[in-house]
């Protein structure tokens, strides 16, 4: 009876969850589960006691193991995490190897998941998602506040303890609410200011992790986001891949892979489907292509857990800063000293009665009457000596070239270029040598067939026209060689060819003109070892056995002369093999160089049949034949200048910089391309020496290199060696040296260059993560992008540090000559932190927000020792702080009588004509050569709308904040009077810079003193 009930009970179970709403997540499933067993499980415990009188009681409790629900899947994720992550293989073939798995996870290992949105959820829902958590911000708005308050706060405080001391707290009540709420502004906008800078660099990490990978869903190759990646997908890797998540080894033969990220080793593991099939994420693919089955995503896998541990340091100082902070302490020494001296003197005077201002001798001799008004006394000239290092000392400087580069960055990644390390903004400025690729970054990148030679015959590329028994071969060749594909959805639809440039243009080819059925050939032949094409080698090759007759064919596809090199004989135009001699070996090298000639790039096929034994052989050794092959016929591959290029080019030569194209194509093409595109001049050739190949390059001695490296502007047939060298060498012959790059073996390059850049189309992660910048579009133009934005970062530093060192010098001078004579500083602290405010935060937003002109590509690039402060920088901050002490100086000693005004009114007629001084000399500040300082102003809204504020807000200081600001209303002459002094900034700007300077840095002089 209990046998029968426990089965009702069972089915009773399955019919209450089959009404279920399918709409339910997965934790209200595991509730709506355990509640019906509960339900069912008393009521059937109940029917059992009225049948049966010796049945035990009902418990009170009812325990259940609810299994995980991972929806309709046949395997769980504690289970896939645990085997791969494990690598335990036992475990692996106990649940059925991959084919087990795979079915387990509804992946079919030809065409993939399903991949609609609504399979996609079911799987996110039961797996996870191939996202990680992120450890919370070390630079919160709190940490930038702190920060603020130590370089603002302490100082302020500082002095409203000692406005305290000498006026007590009822008195200095109002002057202390007065300073308070002036640092909470400065520190409020100075915090905002960096937490938003901050904010912009967050965003860089992200979009440089958003890695474009390729899988197979619905049959169809296809390209998302590797946060898109679900548990079952199937995931094409290829040379230079990150493996994106945990997964198993499907096809092809074996992976070499680079697990030092992961586990610190240097060794490559191979991956196999026999010994270890299991892929780890986050490491890199070093060698060969295949597929992998994702069995763990996100949090599930050993990466996603060790990122989410990784904080992003965002705090990274650039060479710009670091010389900065130290300019920066060079004056604060200086104010410190100016500082003490002022101190030291007032004091002396003050203790020896010799001061000559009449007023302090009263209050000195007046305060000789207790000792109480001495301290008071000492308190006042100790504050004015610690207002001078206040207001003096330049705390931001180092924290515009942080505000500069999030802007720009912000700007070059609508520009298709992404930063992934901030030195490089600025040390791209500086850039004398761009060492570039061809295709792609001066080329289009989209390739096409254009000619099609069998033997000595120029075909017309149609399968017609050619040799059935040639034709069968190529498609082979074309078909089974190669680690791309061709997909079409229906008979109708048009074919879809994906891989890179070159294999799609050989694919589109042979379907289209040559009528390839690729999945046809493969079915009828099996793949037994590949060599994955080799850039140093410039060829790859396949091993195939026929599936009819066992016949063993090896393929080889390549460069032309490499391929060329490996033949003894070739098909002639009707299809018969002839024998390949000197004399007709000389007739195919001029085909070749015919085609190259004609900015061709020239590929060709062989192949040969071996016997079945070459099998183990290639087993054993891993290699395959490559010599005695058959050449099979050679194609034209014509890949297009990008438009613009050459004007691109033009810029950077009129900028200084020069272009050295580094290319593995042939000399001739190599030749062509770089005439085409301005690197080269018709008149140069390879007896100047502009032109070599790498081999040439390799062999000569190190001096021969040192003196050729400048005289070459294309080197051709290079490999990513010769790439290294060249770069080598134009370092120490003093260059600084940017590098494009889109390979795996074009790392050390990239690290060894001053600024790496890779290409982000056709660039691998590998490459990518090894570079300081990614030109997203791989285009020439968008290189040249990142040179004008380089210079304009620099030149706006520049602008900011004129700006400002011209504000510190006239500060310190005026308050260290009136406190000196006066005992008093002219500026209340109020006034001194609004001068701080405009000339820290809003003044360097106003500048750093200039975008790049034309005008910048027509200067020369700045040196590695060129000082940061020129010569021209030098004449027009001291001009202009030599005007602004002058006028000031004369309003302090003479302001009363010349405007007939009290002495509270003449002080802020001082604050009021030092602030608009700094207003008019932003724009002074916008060019440091031109005399027409208002030339694209207009564009600028950012600037207009600054200033504009910073006239308002002192408008407002003056004119409605008396009691919190210090000052007295001024009349409209006294308005005019101000503006006209500071005004005349401009026209003394218009005529200082015709005043002509020394090219050599007027510092270089004390040290050729020094060693004379």
Same mark, same amino acid.
């Given at each position: 009876m209990?046998?029968?009930?426990?089965?009702?009970?069972?089915?009773?179970?399955?019919?209450?969850?089959?009404?279920?709403p399918a709409?339910?997540?997965?934790?209200i499933?595991?509730?709506?589960?355990?509640?019906?067993?509960?339900?069912?499980s008393?009521?059937?415990?109940?029917?059992?006691?009225?049948h049966?009188?010796?049945?035990?009681?009902?418990?009170?409790?009812?325990?259940l193991t609810?299994p995980?629900?991972?929806?309709?899947?046949k395997?769980?994720?504690?289970t896939?995490t645990?085997?791969?992550?494990e690598?335990?293989?036992e475990?692996l073939?106990?649940?059925?190897?991959v084919?087990?798995?795979?079915?387990?996870?509804?992946?079919?290992?030809?065409?993939?998941i399903?991949?609609?949105?609504?399979?996609?959820?079911?799987r996110?829902?039961?797996?996870?998602?191939?996202?990680?958590?992120?450890?919370?911000?070390r630079?919160?708005?709190?940490?930038?506040?702190?920060?603020?308050?130590?370089?603002?706060g302490c100082?302020?405080?500082s002095?409203?303890g000692?406005?305290?001391?000498k006026?007590?707290?009822?008195?200095?009540?109002?002057d202390?609410?007065?300073?308070?709420m002036?640092?909470?502004?400065?520190?409020?906008?100075?915090?905002?200011?960096?937490?938003?800078?901050n904010?912009?660099?967050?965003?860089l990490?992200e979009?440089?992790?958003?890695?474009?990978?390729? *899988?197979?869903?619905?049959?169809?190759?296809q390209? %998302? !986001?590797i946060?898109?990646? &679900?548990? $079952? /997908?199937?995931v094409? =890797?290829k040379?230079?891949d990150?493996?994106?998540a945990?997964?198993?080894?499907?096809?092809?033969?074996?992976?070499q892979?680079?697990?030092?990220?992961?586990?610190g080793?240097?060794?490559?593991?191979? *991956?196999?489907?026999?010994k270890?099939?299991f892929? %780890? !994420?986050?490491?890199?693919? &070093?060698? $060969? /292509?295949a597929?992998? =089955?994702?069995?763990?995503?996100?949090?599930?896998?050993?990466?996603?857990?060790?990122?989410?541990?990784?904080?992003?340091?965002?705090?990274e100082q650039?060479?710009?800063?670091?010389?900065?902070?130290?300019?920066?302490?060079?004056m604060r020494?200086?104010c410190?000293?100016?500082a003490?001296?002022v101190?030291i003197?007032?004091l002396v005077?003050?203790?020896?009665?010799?001061?000559?201002d009449q007023?302090?001798n009263t209050?000195?001799?007046?305060s000789?009457k207790?000792?109480?008004?001495?301290?008071?006394?000492?308190?006042e000239?100790?504050?004015a000596?610690?207002t001078?290092v206040?207001?003096?000392?330049?705390?931001e400087l180092?924290?515009?070239?942080?505000?500069?580069?999030?802007y720009?960055?912000?700007?070059?990644m609508?520009?298709?270029?992404?930063?992934?390390?901030?030195?490089?903004?600025?040390?791209?400025?500086s850039?004398?040598?761009?060492c570039t690729?061809?295709?792609?970054?001066?080329?289009?990148?989209q390739?096409k067939?254009?000619?099609?030679?069998?033997?000595?015959?120029a075909?017309?590329g149609?399968?017609?026209?050619?040799?059935?028994?040639?034709?069968?071969l190529i498609h082979?060749?074309?078909?089974?060689n190669?680690?791309?594909?061709?997909c079409?959805?229906?008979s109708?639809?048009?074919?879809?060819?994906?891989?890179?440039?070159?294999?799609?243009?050989?694919?589109?080819?042979a379907v289209l003109?040559?009528?390839?059925?690729?999945?046809?050939?493969?079915k009828?032949f099996?793949?037994?070892?590949?060599?994955?094409?080799?850039s140093?080698k410039?060829?790859?090759g396949v091993?195939?056995?026929?599936?009819?007759?066992?016949t063993?064919?090896?393929?080889?596809k390549?460069a032309?002369e490499?391929?060329?090199?490996?033949?003894?004989?070739?098909y002639?135009g009707?299809?018969?093999?002839?024998?390949?001699?000197g004399?007709?070996?000389?007739?195919?090298k001029?085909i070749?160089?015919?085609?190259a000639?004609?900015?061709?790039?020239?590929i060709?096929f062989?192949h040969?049949q071996?016997?079945?034994?070459?099998?183990?052989?290639?087993?054993?050794?891993?290699?395959?034949?490559?010599?005695?092959l058959?050449l099979l016929?050679?194609?034209?591959i014509?890949d297009?200048?990008?438009?613009?290029?050459?004007?691109?080019v033009?810029?950077?030569?009129?900028?200084?910089?020069?272009?050295?194209m580094?290319?593995g194509?042939?000399v001739?093409?190599?030749?062509?391309?770089?005439?085409e595109c301005g690197?080269l001049?018709?008149?140069?050739?390879m007896?100047?020496?502009?032109?070599?190949?790498g081999?040439?390059?390799?062999?000569y001695?190190?001096?021969?290199?040192?003196?050729?490296?400048?005289?070459?502007c294309?080197?051709?047939?290079?490999s990513p060696?010769?790439?290294?060298?060249?770069v080598?060498c134009?370092?120490q012959?003093g260059?600084?040296v940017?590098v494009?790059?889109?390979g795996?073996?074009?790392t050390p390059?990239?690290?060894?260059?001053?600024?790496?850049l890779?290409?982000?189309i056709?660039?691998?992660e590998?490459?990518?993560?090894?570079?300081d910048?990614?030109?997203?579009d791989?285009?020439?133009?968008s290189?040249?992008t990142?040179?004008?934005?380089g210079?304009?970062?620099?030149?706006?530093i520049q602008?900011?540090?004129?700006?400002?060192?011209?504000?510190?010098?006239?500060?310190?001078v005026?308050?260290?000559?009136?406190?000196i004579?006066?005992?008093?500083?002219?500026?209340?602290?109020?006034?001194?932190?609004?001068?701080?405010?405009?000339?820290?935060?809003?003044a360097s937003?106003?500048?750093a927000?200039?975008?790049?002109t034309?005008?910048?590509?027509?200067?020369?690039?700045?040196?590695r020792t060129?000082?940061?402060?020129?010569?021209?920088?030098?004449?027009?901050?001291?001009?202009?702080?030599?005007?602004?002490v002058?006028?000031?100086l004369?309003?302090?000693?003479?302001?009363?009588?010349?405007?007939?005004?009290?002495?509270a009114v003449?002080d802020?007629?001082?604050?009021?004509?030092?602030v608009?001084?700094?207003v008019?000399?932003?724009f002074?500040?916008?060019?440091?050569?031109k005399?027409?300082?208002?030339k694209?102003?207009?564009?600028?809204?950012?600037?207009?709308g600054?200033?504009?504020?910073t006239?308002?807000l002192q408008?407002?200081?003056v004119?409605?904040?008396?009691q919190f600001?210090?000052?007295e209303r001024?009349?409209?002459?006294?308005?005019?009077?101000?503006?006209?002094?500071?005004i005349?900034?401009?026209?003394?700007?218009s005529?200082?810079?015709?005043?002509?300077?020394?090219?050599?840095?007027?510092f270089s002089?004390?040290?050729w003193?020094k060693?004379?």
């Amino acid at each position: 009876m209990t046998a029968i009930l426990n089965k009702a009970h069972i089915i009773c179970t399955d019919h209450l969850l089959d009404g279920r709403p399918a709409s339910l997540n997965k934790y209200i499933k595991k509730w709506h589960l355990a509640f019906v067993n509960i339900y069912c499980s008393r009521t059937f415990f109940s029917l059992v006691r009225n049948h049966d009188s010796k049945a035990s009681p009902i418990p009170d409790h009812v325990t259940l193991t609810i299994p995980p629900d991972n929806g309709c899947f046949k395997i769980d994720e504690t289970t896939l995490t645990d085997v791969v992550k494990e690598k335990k293989l036992e475990k692996l073939q106990q649940i059925g190897g991959v084919n087990g798995v795979a079915s387990s996870l509804q992946t079919s290992l030809d065409s993939g998941i399903k991949g609609s949105a609504e399979d996609i959820a079911r799987r996110r829902d039961a797996f996870g998602s191939n996202t990680y958590k992120k450890p919370p911000s070390r630079s919160s708005f709190f940490h930038f506040l702190v920060q603020a308050f130590k370089d603002f706060g302490c100082a302020a405080l500082s002095l409203i303890g000692l406005g305290i001391k000498k006026n007590g707290l009822t008195d200095s009540c109002g002057d202390g609410g007065s300073i308070f709420m002036a640092i909470f502004l400065v520190i409020a906008i100075s915090s905002f200011s960096k937490y938003i800078q901050n904010k912009q660099f967050e965003i860089l990490p992200e979009a440089s992790n958003d890695i474009r990978i390729d *899988v197979i869903r619905g049959g169809r190759r296809q390209q %998302i !986001s590797i946060f898109d990646i &679900v548990v $079952g /997908d199937i995931v094409c =890797l290829k040379i230079g891949d990150q493996v994106p998540a945990d997964g198993l080894f499907l096809y092809e033969h074996s992976l070499q892979i680079g697990e030092s990220s992961m586990t610190g080793e240097s060794d490559h593991v191979e *991956v196999n489907s026999k010994k270890n099939p299991f892929l %780890i !994420s986050g490491t890199k693919v &070093v060698d $060969g /292509d295949a597929r992998m =089955l994702v069995t763990s995503v996100g949090m599930n896998t050993t990466w996603g857990q060790m990122m989410s541990h990784v904080t992003v340091d965002n705090n990274e100082q650039t060479l710009l800063q670091v010389r900065l902070n130290k300019l920066t302490s060079a004056m604060r020494r200086v104010c410190v000293a100016v500082a003490f001296m002022v101190l030291i003197v007032l004091l002396v005077g003050y203790f020896t009665r010799n001061t000559t201002d009449q007023k302090v001798n009263t209050e000195i001799n007046g305060s000789r009457k207790n000792a109480n008004d001495k301290i008071d006394t000492v308190a006042e000239i100790i504050a004015a000596a610690f207002t001078i290092v206040v207001v003096a000392i330049p705390e931001e400087l180092s924290s515009i070239v942080a505000l500069t580069l999030a802007y720009s960055m912000k700007k070059m990644m609508a520009d298709q270029v992404m930063v992934r390390k901030l030195f490089a903004c600025e040390t791209m400025g500086s850039a004398t040598v761009i060492c570039t690729d061809k295709t792609g970054t001066l080329t289009l990148n989209q390739m096409k067939v254009t000619r099609f030679w069998q033997g000595k015959e120029a075909m017309d590329g149609t399968s017609s026209s050619i040799s059935s028994f040639v034709v069968n071969l190529i498609h082979q060749g074309v078909a089974l060689n190669t680690t791309r594909s061709v997909c079409r959805g229906s008979s109708t639809s048009e074919f879809q060819f994906f891989g890179n440039p070159t294999e799609k243009a050989i694919l589109s080819w042979a379907v289209l003109d040559m009528k390839m059925d690729q999945e046809e050939i493969k079915k009828n032949f099996t793949i037994l070892f590949e060599e994955p094409f080799d850039s140093r080698k410039k060829r790859s090759g396949v091993l195939i056995k026929k599936k009819e007759d066992n016949t063993v064919y090896v393929h080889w596809k390549g460069a032309a002369e490499t391929i060329l090199a490996m033949c003894s004989s070739y098909y002639d135009g009707s299809g018969v093999m002839k024998d390949l001699n000197g004399e007709e070996r000389m007739e195919f090298k001029k085909i070749i160089r015919g085609m190259a000639a004609s900015s061709l790039r020239c590929i060709a096929f062989a192949h040969k049949q071996v016997a079945e034994t070459e099998e183990e052989n290639v087993k054993e050794k891993k290699k395959l034949k490559e010599e005695n092959l058959t050449l099979l016929g050679l194609v034209g591959i014509k890949d297009s200048c990008r438009p613009g290029v050459k004007k691109a080019v033009e810029d950077c030569q009129h900028a200084g910089v020069k272009i050295k194209m580094i290319t593995g194509d042939d000399v001739f093409t190599a030749r062509a391309i770089a005439t085409e595109c301005g690197i080269l001049r018709s008149g140069q050739d390879m007896d100047s020496g502009a032109v070599v190949e790498g081999e040439e390059f390799q062999k000569y001695t190190p001096e021969e290199r040192m003196e050729k490296v400048e005289k070459i502007c294309v080197m051709a047939r290079s490999s990513p060696s010769d790439k290294l060298l060249m770069v080598q060498c134009l370092k120490q012959k003093g260059h600084v040296v940017a590098v494009t790059g889109d390979g795996t073996n074009d790392t050390p390059a990239l690290k060894k260059a001053d600024i790496g850049l890779s290409m982000g189309i056709q660039g691998t992660e590998v490459a990518k993560a090894s570079s300081d910048v990614v030109i997203l579009d791989d285009n020439f133009d968008s290189v040249t992008t990142v040179l004008k934005w380089g210079r304009c970062v620099y030149t706006n530093i520049q602008k900011f540090i004129q700006f400002q060192l011209t504000i510190n010098v006239t500060a310190l001078v005026i308050n260290s000559v009136a406190t000196i004579s006066t005992g008093e500083v002219p500026l209340t602290a109020v006034q001194l932190l609004w001068v701080n405010l405009i000339m820290d935060n809003l003044a360097s937003l106003a500048l750093a927000t200039e975008e790049p002109t034309m005008g910048l590509m027509k200067r020369r690039p700045v040196g590695r020792t060129e000082p940061l402060i020129t010569n021209i920088m030098w004449r027009n901050l001291l001009a202009q702080a030599f005007y602004q002490v002058a006028v000031l100086l004369i309003l302090q000693f003479r302001g009363e009588s010349i405007f007939n005004v009290t002495e509270a009114v003449n002080d802020t007629l001082i604050f009021n004509t030092f602030v608009l001084c700094q207003v008019f000399n932003e724009f002074n500040a916008r060019k440091l050569e031109k005399k027409n300082v208002f030339k694209g102003i207009h564009k600028n809204n950012l600037f207009l709308g600054i200033v504009g504020m910073t006239i308002v807000l002192q408008v407002l200081m003056v004119e409605f904040l008396k009691q919190f600001a210090g000052t007295e209303r001024l009349n409209w002459g006294q308005w005019g009077a101000c503006i006209a002094m500071a005004i005349a900034s401009w026209p003394i700007g218009s005529i200082v810079k015709c005043i002509p300077v020394p090219e050599r840095p007027i510092f270089s002089y004390l040290k050729w003193k020094k060693r004379t």
